[in-house]
């Protein structure tokens, strides 16, 4: 119980972390107007969903199954992911 919950805080002190740090070259190129806002969602979207499927993958503090459907890799859709 002590390892799941030390994982679990790590994981999210990861996302708190890695999330950011990889969409902060996104909001650059927003801000110097290199992309405009539909672009920045859907790289955002990509960043971000690349993102927690890697965190969910190193940290196995529970159960689960990452399922990537071929058409959503494409055209990615934003979803809410519950555990």
């Known amino acids: 119980s002590a390892v799941v919950r030390t994982l679990i805080v ?9 999330l950011p740090v990889t969409l902060f070259p996104v909001w650059v190129l927003y801000r110097l107007k290199i ?3 539909v672009q920045k969602e859907m790289i955002s979207l ?8 890697w965190l969910m993958r ?3 503090f529970a159960r689960k199954k990452v ?11 934003p979803a809410i992911w519950v555990c």
Request: hydrophobic share 45%; aromatic share 8%.
């Open 67 to 77: 399922i990537v459907e071929p058409e959503t890799l494409t055209e990615p859709q």
């Open 35 to 37: 992309i405009n806002r």
């Open 10 to 18: 790590a994981f999210i002190m990861s996302m708190c972390v890695a």
């Open 46 to 53: 990509r960043v971000g969903q690349f993102c927690s499927r």
């Open 58 to 60: 190193l940290f196995p």
